[in-house]
């Protein structure tokens, strides 16, 4: 079982919608947890960190459920330039210095 | 702004060449990494430092050395490259809690 879990998709919507996707992780150590974006042929950058409680940041929501060992996070009022792929990591231990990616869920808003 | 700066975007080599993999950070940052990113396996760490002539093996690092004389300069080395090790190849740097700044990449292919 891969330590970090995502549906690779595609996902296709439609501009102005809701989406969301999961990710489960396997190491119930694990401490901390963040969504990275990448787009095509670009390198990966961090869009958000998942705190306990969940958060938001403008459009986009991230919650974390530790008993079911899963993360997601939610866009809302979807954009064009929303489209890339979205990189589930987690990393285990203080410091958190090694980071376990997913393989990413890819995502394409349609106009 | 971090910046990661890779030395090569595209390189091509043959089987059983040594290759040098250079990647160099402008912020002082403690912890540097080598990723490389296949599609369908996701990111997966290959060895990572958190000082200067301190390294640590990540999940894949058969085939490969690190060298880290410099704080901001962290190299991969390919002793004898193998056509297995054609691959997209990331550096990171981080101050740690999780975020990383990537450089743009070296794709790597090995004939």
């Known amino acids: 079982r891969k330590e970090v879990e995502q549906d690779p998709g595609p996902f296709n919507v439609p501009e102005g919608a809701t989406v969301a996707f999961n990710c489960t992780y396997s190491n119930s150590a694990s401490q901390s947890f963040f969504w990275y974006r990448q787009d095509c042929r670009k390198e990966p950058k961090l869009l958000m960190s998942v705190y306990s409680s969940g958060n938001e940041d403008g459009r986009f929501t991230a919650q974390l459920n530790r008993a079911s060992q899963y993360i997601s996070l939610l866009i809302r009022d979807s954009k064009l330039s929303d489209s890339a792929t979205y990189l589930c990591?987690?990393?285990?231990?203080?410091?958190?210095?090694?980071?376990?990616f997913g393989q990413g869920t890819r995502l394409t808003i349609n106009p | 702004d971090v910046k990661v700066t890779q030395s090569s975007r595209y390189l091509v080599k043959r089987t059983g060449e040594k290759v040098f993999l250079e990647c160099v950070q402008d912020?002082?940052?403690?912890?540097m990494f080598w990723y490389r990113q296949d599609p369908g396996l996701g990111l997966r760490l290959i060895y990572f430092s958190y000082d200067v002539k301190m390294k640590e093996k990540g999940d894949i690092p058969e085939g490969y050395s690190v060298s880290r004389e410099k704080k901001e300069r962290f190299s991969l080395i390919l002793e004898s490259a193998s056509t297995n090790q054609t691959s997209m190849y990331l550096c990171?740097?981080?101050?740690?809690?999780?975020?990383?700044?990537f450089g743009s990449g070296t794709q790597l292919s090995v004939l």
């Open positions: 990591v987690v990393a285990a231990g203080e410091g958190a210095q090694k980071l376990v």
């Open positions: 990171a740097s981080s101050l740690g809690l999780g975020k990383l700044f």
């Open positions: 912020m002082d940052h403690e912890n």
